[in-house]
């Protein structure tokens, strides 16, 4: 028979065991620290219009690598999407769906890599067009989640306030969707 419980041991007459005590508390711990380093935390970007953060004045979200139309979520409502360093027309998956290639801040139409092909360039937080790196063809200015129109930094000249963070590629969808679908 055991003896009974002594700070954490059971003492039975051939050896020792040591008891771990699990309070419910620690167990709910165990769980939430799980969940919260397994799962992907997947954080939605708003690009609104304007200086606003207003949700009527929402141009479209970024969640997942898809461009959704405002405040959608619908497959149906994905503008572009981004696969790797491609940006695709809506949820299509085919080559002649492709609208950008970026590489290195050159975005390229369709699935080329000719130089002759580079829509714009995003480097330095700007966006040029072309391969140019002249100021005169600077098409926006990125500053603090804004991008403003060529070099202005006037309030008035702000074309859409990014929410959150993006990749080049998912800035890339964005400008198609602000540019194209707005």
């Not at 007459?13 to 620690?26: C, E, L, S």
């Not at 397994?38 to 690598?65: E, L, N, R, W």
């Not at 937080?125 to 070099?151: C, E, F, H, P």
Request: net charge neutral.
């Amino acid at each position: 028979m055991s003896e009974p419980l002594i700070n954490g041991q059971v003492i039975l007459p051939d050896r020792t065991i040591n008891i771990t005590v699990v309070t419910m508390k620690n167990l709910i711990f165990f769980f939430v620290f799980i969940l919260a380093t397994c799962s992907p935390v997947t954080a939605q970007v708003k690009v609104y219009k304007g200086t606003s953060t207003y949700t009527s004045d929402v141009i479209c979200t970024v969640k997942d690598g898809k461009v959704y139309k405002k405040m959608s979520s619908y497959t149906s409502d994905i503008l572009c999407h981004i696969k790797e360093n491609k940006v695709y027309k809506g949820n299509s998956g085919y080559t002649s769906d492709v609208i950008y290639t970026i590489s290195d801040g050159k975005v390229y139409k369709g699935t080329s890599s000719y130089t002759s092909d580079i829509a714009f360039t995003v480097r330095d937080s700007k966006v040029y067009k072309g391969t140019s790196s002249y100021t005169s063809d600077i098409l926006a200015t990125i500053d603090d989640n804004r991008v403003y129109i060529g070099t202005s930094s006037y309030t008035s000249d702000i074309m859409f306030t990014i929410d959150g963070n993006l990749t080049i590629e998912e800035f890339v969808g964005v400008w198609y969707a602000v540019k194209y679908c707005y």
